[in-house]
């Protein structure tokens, strides 16, 4: 039956707002890792943080990144990756938040993009296709 067919496509939905997240923040997250952070001591120096939090740049686009993939403390790790985009935005783009580029889209529409994702994520959960199955605690 057609009802029985569409029964596992909420699951098979949410895997694949996990792993085209994942992957794509895991990108930028390698990119940080190739070329280091040196660049962050400038926005970091202007509003009087410490230069190892940007070592937690690494923690939001490659360790969370990695958990939502496989559907283990994704949702904590939903959680921090909001937080990664929302200190990229603070630290570094915020002078764009109104802006549109020349073609005419949002100057931050990938930050929006991970930051909306990301929440949705943490409110969906994982699903039955993850290491956690989608049971149990709300940090599933």
Do not use: C
């Amino acid at each position: 039956m057609i009802v029985a067919v569409r029964e596992n496509w909420d699951d098979i939905g949410k895997l694949i707002l996990r792993i085209t997240v994942a992957l794509l923040l895991v990108l930028h997250g390698i990119g940080k890792i190739a070329r280091g952070i040196a660049w962050m001591h400038g926005p970091l120096a202007a509003y009087h943080l410490p230069f190892f939090i940007g070592y937690g740049v690494y923690v939001g686009e490659v360790i969370a990144p990695v958990l939502i993939l496989v559907g283990f403390l994704t949702r904590p790790a939903a959680l921090v990756v909001v937080f990664d985009i929302i200190m990229a935005v603070v630290l570094v783009a915020w002078h764009r938040l109104f802006e549109l580029t020349k073609g005419g889209s949002y100057a931050l529409e990938a930050e929006a993009f991970f930051l909306l994702l990301g929440l949705v994520i943490f409110f969906q959960g994982p699903g039955k296709y993850s290491v956690s199955r989608g049971q149990g605690a709300w940090w599933r």
